[in-house]
């Protein structure tokens, strides 16, 4: 079974810095997809950014961009020039072979002003 | 279209009563999912549709739950007799046939309170 694990349970940065969220998991596939989802407080699920497993290049989705370490399989998320509207809870994802999405616990960020 | 629509965005039920709730998809997803999120989680999968035909189940879908996709097109979830336990927010997400790796599309949720 797969386990998405991540270690920070609330993260704070300040308004126009850099923050990096980290996330690993736990497989014996080897193809496999990676997702950051972005959860604003009562507001619906919204993704971020997706890492195919056999692409060695970074994703990048302007602010936001993936460290992508397979063999150590790590899946961190950076947000640069932090937004207000960044504050949310942020979920790591994995996907293998089934369609189902495995989740981890979040982690809750704040932007401060 | 307006994305993946859930009702009601709020329940509030007594332990024992049965609930319904309705998901639909965004209209060219043939794949539509439930997930369920309690607090302090990431969402739980549920159960998974290809058009009217239900593929997945987890097995924390009790023989209390029951989900039907009729048509294709839209979704209900029941739970039947109710247990404080099944207090969560009830997600429901779809995709189409292709580029399923670029994600799902998820609704706003169901939050079910059972008193």
């Known amino acids: 079974a797969q386990t998405v694990t991540q270690s920070q349970p609330e993260m704070s940065v300040q308004e126009a810095e850099t923050v990096t969220l980290s996330c690993t998991y736990d497989t014996s596939e080897n193809n496999y997809y990676l997702f950051w989802y972005k959860q604003p407080p009562s507001r619906q699920m919204i993704l971020v950014i997706r890492q195919e497993a056999y692409k060695q290049q970074n994703a990048t989705e302007n602010r936001f961009s993936v460290n992508f370490q397979k063999a150590a399989k790590s899946f961190s998320l950076k947000i640069s020039d932090s937004q207000l509207g960044d504050t949310a809870m942020y979920f790591c994802?994995?996907?293998?072979?089934?369609?189902?999405?495995?989740f981890g616990k979040g982690t809750k960020l704040s932007v401060i002003p | 279209d307006t994305g993946v629509s859930q009702d009601p965005r709020h329940k509030i039920t007594k332990r024992g009563q049965n609930v319904t709730f309705r998901c639909d998809p965004i209209?060219?997803?043939?794949?539509l999912y439930w997930y369920r999120q309690t607090l302090g989680q990431g969402p739980e999968f549920l159960t998974y549709?290809?058009?009217?035909?239900?593929?997945?189940k987890s097995r924390l879908l009790s023989d209390r739950f029951s989900a039907e996709r009729p048509k294709g097109s839209f979704s209900t979830l029941e739970i039947q007799r109710t247990e404080q336990g099944d207090s969560a927010m009830y997600l429901c997400?779809?995709?189409?046939?292709?580029?399923?790796?670029?994600?799902?599309?998820f609704g706003s949720g169901t939050r079910l309170t059972v008193v």
């Open positions: 549709f290809q058009n009217e035909a239900q593929l997945e």
């Open positions: 994802a994995f996907r293998a072979g089934s369609y189902q999405l495995t």
């Open positions: 997400a779809s995709s189409p046939a292709k580029k399923i790796n670029y994600g799902y599309t």
């Open positions: 209209s060219e997803h043939n794949r």
